[in-house]
T-cell receptor, first 114, second 116 residues
Framework: AQSVAQPEDQVNVAEGNPLTVKCTYS??????LFWYVQYPNRGLQFLLKYITGDNLVKGSYGFEAEFNKSQTSFHLKKPSALVSDSALYFCAVRDMGRDDKIIFGKGTRLHILP | NAGVTQTPKFQVLKTGQSMTLQCAQDMNHNSMYWYRQDPGMGLRLIYYSASEGTTDKGEVPNGYNVSRLNKREFSLRLESAAPSQTSVYFC???????????????FGSGTRLTVV
């Protein structure tokens, strides 16, 4: 079965520093990978996805993610964190089993410290 | 506005009461999904509908039923609510437009349900 793991429940980063939110995946075949963000008391917003092509994917709000096939990772990154980036981040993978659906990780809460 | 609409946004139920969460999309998507979100658990799939007229169980279907009323609407019913069903519920629909690059979910804004 397809799955994703987010090893950190919480990540704290000082404003202005680079940030990384980790994600590893387990899939059969070529993965479709996603990052979503949830701001407090809001729904989920799409940040970026990897389907094929360049391993470095650029997304919304200055975020990017690096697909690493050998390490089965899809870490989310940003060069300079903003306080407004504080939110809950979900990594996800497409499950093309019997039916088409997306499987989510448990989420990582990102705190940007002013 | 195009998208996924969920109602209600908030609901408080007493144990044993029933209710239906409504979801509608106006993007002509075939597949629709219900997830619940709990702290530390991420989003877990309750039920999904791959196409009009079909529904299937996800990871955590117990205590829920669904109806795919037509292509637009996919409702989630709690027949006898329990405190363990206190959660935030999200509906989503899937787009397969424009090939692989267009693949992804559109989410509703969520329903915050409390069962007391």
């Amino acid at each position: 079965a397809q799955s994703v793991a987010q090893p950190e429940d919480q990540v704290n980063v000082a404003e202005g520093n680079p940030l990384t939110v980790k994600c590893t995946y387990s899939v059969s075949g070529n993965p479709y990978l996603f990052w979503y963000v949830q701001y407090p008391n809001r729904g989920l917003q799409f940040l970026l996805k990897y389907i094929t092509g360049d391993n470095l994917v650029k997304g919304s709000y200055g975020f990017e993610a690096e697909f690493n096939k050998s390490q089965t990772s899809f870490h989310l990154k940003k060069p300079s964190a903003l306080v407004s980036d504080s939110a809950l981040y979900f990594c996800a993978v497409r499950d093309m089993g019997r039916d088409d659906k997306i499987i989510f990780g448990k989420g990582t809460r990102l705190h940007i410290l002013p | 506005n195009a998208g996924v609409t969920q109602t209600p946004k908030f609901q408080v139920l007493k144990t044993g009461q029933s209710m239906t969460l409504q979801c509608a999309q106006d993007m002509n998507h075939n597949s629709m999904y219900w997830y619940r979100q709990d702290p530390g658990m991420g989003l877990r799939l309750i039920y999904y509908s791959a196409s009009e007229g079909t529904t299937d169980k996800g990871e955590v279907p117990n205590g829920y039923n669904v109806s795919r009323l037509n292509k637009r609407e996919f409702s989630l019913r709690l027949e006898s609510a329990a405190p363990s069903q206190t959660s935030v519920y999200f509906c989503a629909s899937m787009t397969m437009g424009q090939g692989a690059s267009g693949y992804g979910y559109t989410f509703g804004s969520g329903t915050r349900l409390t069962v007391v």
